[in-house]
């Protein structure tokens, strides 16, 4: 009997550990890690949304960026299979340095090309405003025609790295979300 209550007492051990590192392998891959990406200095790889991918097209001018100066940035994502920029995108930007968020809205385009206007020297000094139009099915800023959004304030005001998430939350129609958003995290260095 002894022997019967070891071999359980193991068997219970091994199977309890078979779970949780089971646990811990099935928790590195999920379906929603496909969407998401990493970038630093390198263009993030593709996001798989079905059967589709997409890639990130992210600029900044300048592209060396100093601190209180005006940086443009425009943000699209191509569908590589057309060859052309998903229309319809709404993101949410997430600007963060030293673990200190900065700014965190939402921005949309109706023609998939957001761009963003930061004016670091315009505004108040403790706070941002935003130049633009709230969408009402979005929840988001856009553009007026032929202009930026402008993001007037201290966002890279300071030298060092910052951190910039943006999240896809909709493509191709302004009532399409996605299920789960596409994430994208990378740093950007102000001198």
Same mark, same amino acid.
């Given at each position: 009997?002894?022997? /019967?209550?070891? $071999?359980?007492?193991?068997?219970?051990?091994?199977?309890?550990?078979?779970?949780?590192? &089971? @646990?811990? =392998?099935?928790?590195? !891959?999920?379906?929603?890690?496909?969407? $998401?990406?990493?970038?630093?200095?390198?263009?993030?790889?593709?996001?798989?949304?079905?059967?589709?991918?997409?890639?990130?097209?992210?600029?900044?001018?300048?592209?060396?960026?100093?601190?209180?100066?005006?940086?443009?940035?425009?943000?699209?994502? #191509?569908?590589?299979?057309?060859?052309?920029?998903?229309?319809? =995108?709404?993101?949410?930007?997430?600007?963060?340095?030293? &673990? $200190?968020?900065?700014?965190?809205?939402?921005?949309?385009?109706?023609?998939?090309?957001?761009? #963003?206007?930061?004016?670091?020297?315009?505004?108040?000094?403790?706070?941002?405003? /935003? @130049?633009?139009?709230?969408?009402? #099915?979005?929840?988001?800023?856009?553009?007026?025609?032929?202009?930026?959004?402008?993001?007037? @304030?201290?966002?890279?005001?300071?030298?060092?790295? !910052?951190?910039?998430?943006?999240? #896809?939350?909709? /493509?191709?129609?302004? $009532?399409?979300?996605? /299920?789960?958003?596409?994430? !994208?995290?990378?740093?950007?260095?102000?001198?």
């Amino acid at each position: 009997m002894q022997v /019967i209550m070891t $071999k359980c007492r193991m068997s219970v051990v091994s199977f309890t550990s078979f779970l949780l590192l &089971g @646990g811990i =392998v099935v928790g590195f !891959y999920s379906p929603s890690q496909e969407a $998401k990406a990493q970038h630093h200095g390198a263009p993030p790889p593709a996001a798989a949304i079905g059967d589709r991918k997409l890639t990130l097209d992210m600029q900044m001018k300048p592209t060396n960026i100093t601190q209180s100066g005006d940086v443009l940035m425009t943000i699209a994502f #191509l569908d590589e299979e057309q060859n052309a920029n998903v229309q319809h =995108v709404t993101l949410r930007m997430d600007i963060s340095k030293d &673990g $200190k968020h900065i700014l965190s809205d939402f921005f949309h385009d109706h023609n998939g090309e957001v761009k #963003l206007m930061f004016k670091d020297k315009e505004g108040d000094s403790s706070s941002q405003t /935003i @130049g633009g139009n709230q969408d009402v #099915l979005t929840n988001a800023w856009i553009a007026d025609p032929g202009s930026p959004i402008t993001i007037r @304030g201290p966002v890279f005001n300071e030298s060092g790295n !910052y951190d910039i998430g943006l999240d #896809l939350t909709t /493509i191709d129609n302004d $009532k399409t979300d996605l /299920i789960e958003p596409v994430e !994208y995290h990378f740093d950007v260095e102000v001198s």
